[in-house]
């Protein structure tokens, strides 16, 4: 099988070894969880339910404020009794509303599920498909946390589909342990996403350091029925481990050669990506009737000393595992990151909800990590050339630092994905994603304020009329 790539980005140390081939254990049902009502790339939640009352698993407690497509549901993932709805630190470390469970003495968690019924997704129509992946609170777990629901309703005609198993960041062993493990899950998500979207052509990508798992999938593709009934093409597309591989946007074009237009979207050249834990999702959320109540994914880092990928229950705390099962040294504990080293974001502490889009949590010692202070910028140039994005990151840092808002747009801010390449490679040091992202922030902020003081506008002339 041929292997491709794109041009730039970085050839890194993958720290891959300590969960590589590792089972996904399940963690012992905690006690408690602690479920932040919003979880999505969308508009807001509110809580459906009050302090006093018992919840099963599976329950939805949080729902759109407002009627909207771009809201997604959330559910209790233990069951036991509401004990307190506060804000709590969540992973991208603003405080936001959370819902905490209590699982009441001498009772079962995991007891009591309240699961939707099963749905054939071949025989029900677009609507009710959608409808139920919505109604399980899928969002994309590859991290964005975009929901589900809408990607697979484009607006344009696409016909493509991604399966992006490529994984790319440090120590995350995540995406192979879901392919090694639930196969048949994989590609039957993958074949409901296809008869849904009415796509007829689909790739599994992954980096060709998980090359050894394609013989399965490309068994489990000969036995899915939907598949091979109605003649779909499906296969497998293997890509050079090189970072930021599993950029949506970069798998496409090392996959298709297609390319996604500045400020567009991946259906604006014909594709839908999705992670390949967002299909297994689909997948349970139709055979079984299970929301989006679990999460696979890695806990490693040199502050671990029982490296594992695990699935635990959305809300729940690695510190309140019990030690025997995640024994973390907490002597030696530096960084705590959420996600990836290289997109995920640093926490106050690990005493931080695992959401839907927790990839992985690294823990990480003073070896790891690097608290260098930031230099001044002597034009090297080497962010230009690492940037896989051929992007201008030095351009855009110089806009932001004097305010030009308007410059750093033209230099490509908002095609910017945040990989970390820049930073990594800056010799002077300087955080040039987190400047990034403060400046996607204003700039947000300055749209939200033009629009409101538009609105107030209009409504004075309405008044003075």
Same mark, same amino acid.
């Given at each position: ?215 399965? %999938? ?9 598949? /091979? ?10 890509? &050079? ?32 990506? /999705?992670?390949?834990?967002? %299909? ?14 679990? &999460? ?36 030696? %504990? ?132």
């Amino acid at each position: 099988m041929a292997v491709s790539t794109f041009k730039r980005g970085l050839k890194l140390p993958t720290r891959k070894h300590a969960t590589e081939g590792k089972p996904v254990e399940l963690v012992p049902f905690p006690r408690q969880a602690v479920i932040p009502v919003n979880q999505h790339f969308g508009a807001p939640n509110k809580a459906l339910v009050n302090v006093g009352d018992h919840v099963r698993r599976g329950q939805k407690i949080a729902a759109g404020a407002v009627p909207g497509p771009m809201t997604v549901p959330v559910h209790a993932s233990i069951s036991g009794t509401v004990k307190k709805i506060e804000p709590r630190t969540q992973s991208n470390n603003t405080d936001g509303l959370c819902i905490i469970l209590e699982a009441e003495e001498g009772s079962d968690p995991a007891a009591g599920t309240e699961f939707m019924p099963p749905l054939d997704p071949f025989s029900c129509t677009k609507e009710d498909a959608l409808d139920r992946i919505r109604e399980a609170g899928i969002t994309g777990m590859g991290g964005a946390a975009f929901p589900a629901h809408v990607k697979l309703n484009p607006a344009k005609a696409v016909d493509l589909l991604i399966a992006d198993g490529a994984e790319c960041e440090p120590y995350l062993t995540t995406d192979e342990a879901v392919m090694t493990e639930k196969p048949h899950l994989l590609v039957q998500g993958l074949a409901i996403v296809m008869k849904i979207t009415g796509i007829k052509r689909a790739i599994i990508g992954m980096e060709d350091n998980k090359a050894p798992l394609i013989p399965m %999938l490309e068994r489990e593709i000969r036995l899915n029925g939907y598949v /091979q009934s109605q003649g779909l093409e499906a296969g497998m597309g293997l890509c &050079r481990t090189r970072y930021p591989q599993g950029g949506e946007k970069l798998l496409i074009k090392a996959l298709t050669g297609r390319e996604v237009p500045s400020g567009g979207l991946p259906m604006d050249c014909g594709c839908i990506v /999705q992670n390949v834990g967002t %299909l297994v999702a689909i997948a349970e959320a139709f055979s079984l009737g299970k929301p989006l109540i679990d &999460r696979d994914l890695t806990v490693a880092g040199g502050a671990c000393r029982t490296p594992k990928n695990i699935r635990a229950p959305i809300g729940t705390l690695i510190t309140e595992l019990p030690r025997e099962f995640m024994d973390i040294d907490y002597d030696h %504990l530096r960084k705590v990151i959420f996600g990836g080293p290289m997109m995920g974001n640093a926490v106050p502490n690990p005493a931080v909800p695992i959401q839907k889009n927790t990839s992985g949590i690294v823990l990480m010692t003073a070896s790891e990590t690097l608290a260098d202070a930031e230099g001044s910028c002597i034009r090297c140039g080497r962010c230009i050339r690492n940037c896989s994005c051929r992007l201008s990151p030095v351009i855009m840092n110089n806009a932001l630092e004097a305010g030009d808002m308007d410059e750093a747009v033209r230099a490509g801010l908002m095609d910017c994905f945040e990989c970390g390449a820049c930073t990594y490679v800056c010799p002077a040091r300087i955080k040039l994603v987190q400047r990034f992202r403060v400046g996607k922030l204003r700039l947000r902020a300055m749209k939200s304020l033009s629009q409101q003081q538009a609105k107030a506008a209009v409504n004075a002339v309405k008044e003075g009329n």
